[in-house]
């Protein structure tokens, strides 16, 4: 029995040089962003055959999503996660190929804990690779297939949701040719482009924090201040002078405080 072709998808995609030229720099934007992402929790939604988790050192690191090779199998728009239980969220291209992107970056938000950071990749439709997508025949091709996302209106969205964006990059400035012997060829357009048109790259990777209204973290005033209440309590003990003459002299009284720093310092003085 015959069995029924595949549908192409864009972890396949990502091996053709094409896409190999794309995830070589987009595994370097992911490294450099989740490499100082601290936590319990990380999940990575889509795209489990790619590990774009790899730098970070979270023990608890997992994918999420419907295609085969997820640790857990979930529609992204409804993720099976307790609210404010995960870390890091990263979103490798998952926005531009579901039919409902606002709903998955609301279950991104719902799921972080506060201070919980978001990594995003995504097509830049002002590009060359945008102008593919929009002059080319075969619309139905990934990455052609998928809606672009513009990174003003990413971050739009991300703003509505109480996301502040605290890192990105454009890069892959080249035409999207499908031999990689071209892609060498015009290789000079990526320092090109990261001067002149820095906003025209093909792909983009951005980070956000989840930002929390009226939260702030509260650390301890080590340098500012002093205690409301002292360590050691002065004490008060006898003159050995005058104990010795047996009479009821002044008392000498020895005072101990803790300064800054933790050292405890004496002082000596007549009472």
């Not at 190999?20 to 370097?28: I, P, S």
């Not at 929390?212 to 205690?227: E, F, I, S, T």
Request: aromatic share 10%; glycine share 10%; charged share 25%.
């Amino acid at each position: 029995m015959l069995q029924p072709p595949q549908k192409p998808t864009l972890a396949a995609w990502f091996a053709s040089p094409k896409g190999a030229y794309v995830l070589d720099w987009e595994w370097a934007q992911f490294d450099s962003a989740v490499e100082d992402v601290f936590g319990f929790k990380a999940v990575q939604v889509g795209l489990p055959t790619i590990d774009f988790l790899r730098a970070n050192r979270i023990a608890f690191r997992f994918a999420v999503g419907t295609e085969p090779g997820c640790a857990i199998a979930a529609d992204p728009r409804h993720l099976p996660l307790a609210s404010q239980s995960v870390d890091l969220v990263v979103l490798p291209h998952v926005l531009e190929f579901n039919h409902d992107p606002h709903q998955i970056l609301r279950e991104a938000e719902r799921v972080l804990v506060p201070e919980g950071q978001i990594v995003i990749a995504g097509f830049n439709p002002l590009s060359l690779w945008g102008a593919k997508r929009w002059l080319g025949r075969r619309r139905d091709d990934h990455p052609w297939c998928g809606e672009f996302i513009g990174l003003l209106r990413l971050r739009d969205w991300l703003k509505l949701l109480g996301f502040e964006l605290n890192g990105g990059r454009f890069g892959r400035y080249a035409p999207p040719f499908s031999q990689m012997k071209w892609l060498q060829r015009f290789a000079f357009m990526e320092r090109a482009g990261d001067r002149w048109w820095p906003i025209c790259g093909g792909v983009y990777v951005v980070r956000a924090v989840k930002r929390v209204r009226g939260m702030h973290l509260v650390a301890p005033h080590w340098k500012n201040g002093r205690a409301a209440a002292r360590a050691l309590a002065p004490v008060a003990r006898r003159d050995p002078a005058v104990a010795q003459a047996g009479g009821h002299g002044r008392r000498a009284t020895v005072q101990l405080r803790l300064i800054a720093g933790g050292r405890i310092r004496g002082g000596r003085g007549r009472g």
